[in-house]
């Protein structure tokens, strides 16, 4: 039975990935530094801590796990990450973790370390067209990402490809773009757009009026949790080391999205466009690579994954509402 360690285990990706691995048949131990607020944890053990801490990364690394697998972050969306009020914390916190987390596993002799970057480390400058945004994998030099996020992802990708030359452990690394589905952040300030359009035409009755930040003119691609982890579980199995984009290509607007979450709900709204933080003009997910690297790309509509999501925030939403009635 192999032995995988899933760090960010408490979070969103992390949550759906344990599930996946255990139906994998893997032994899992699961670590963050909190509890899933959503859902009780699949793994073998969930210890609970802060990586941050060498001397916690150091015990629960206590052994030479088959994978290891990187996903905790300090992280949310656009809120959270483009307000500017967060980035010492971001840069400080989650460079900390892969500091950490590198030495910890080469010295336990992890066999194979893979790390989730972000398409936010892609140059600003090619993504200035919402049509038309660059986002392949070699335009990331010069480097110029529009985010302190996404430049700790920069330097920690860059950590982890010099750990594999110099340390010689094995690692793969995937830049996720959008990733959204169900049982992840809907109403804490660290939502993305998915969740929290869902939430927004979920809680305005049918004719009402939902806000959104910008002129929703910007575009982006989202990819459904499950493809994400199709895509990251068939890049570890690979012998292609990354980084990778694993993302749709299925571009649309942000009004173009908050019109299918309407649409999924059978509700008609207008959108009331508010200054707030908005990151680049256009982003995309180049599938090239991946294609070429693994054989396989994902391939699910964006609506077959909102209805998914929509469902499920749709019912947190009808929860608290009955909470605050009752
Ligand atoms: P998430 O916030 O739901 O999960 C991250 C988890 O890391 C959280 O549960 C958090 O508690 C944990 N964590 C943070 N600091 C910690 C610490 N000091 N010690 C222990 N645990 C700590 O985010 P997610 O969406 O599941 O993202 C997972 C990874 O994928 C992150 O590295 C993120 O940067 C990357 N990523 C996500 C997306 C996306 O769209 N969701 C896109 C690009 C990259």
Redesign the pocket.
Known sequence: MKKALV??????????LVNRLKNEDYWVRG????T?EYVKSTANEFK??????PR?VKEILDQPFDEVY????????AGFIFSGENDADIMH??A??NLNVVEASVKAGVKKIF??????MYPERNQMDPENPNCKEDSAYPAEPDSE?GWE?LFSERFYLAANRNYGIDIRIA??????GPE??WTDG?E?APAAFCRKVAEAPDGGEIKMWGDGEQTRS??YIDE?LEGVRRLMESDFMGPVNIGSDEMVSINELANLAMDIAGKSQSIKHIPGPLGVRGRNSDNVLIKEKLGWAPNWSLRQGMELTYKWIAEQVNKKQFMLND
Request: hydrophobic share 35%.
């Open positions: 760090l960010g285990a408490g979070g969103f990706i992390g949550g759906h670590v963050d530094i909190k899933h609970k801590g802060d990586l941050r801490d916690f990187q996903l905790a972050a300090d992280m949310g969306g916190n989650s900390m973790i790390y989730s970057s972000s398409a936010c996020y992802k830049r996720f773009h959008n990733i959204f992840g952040s660290r993305k989202f990819l994400c």
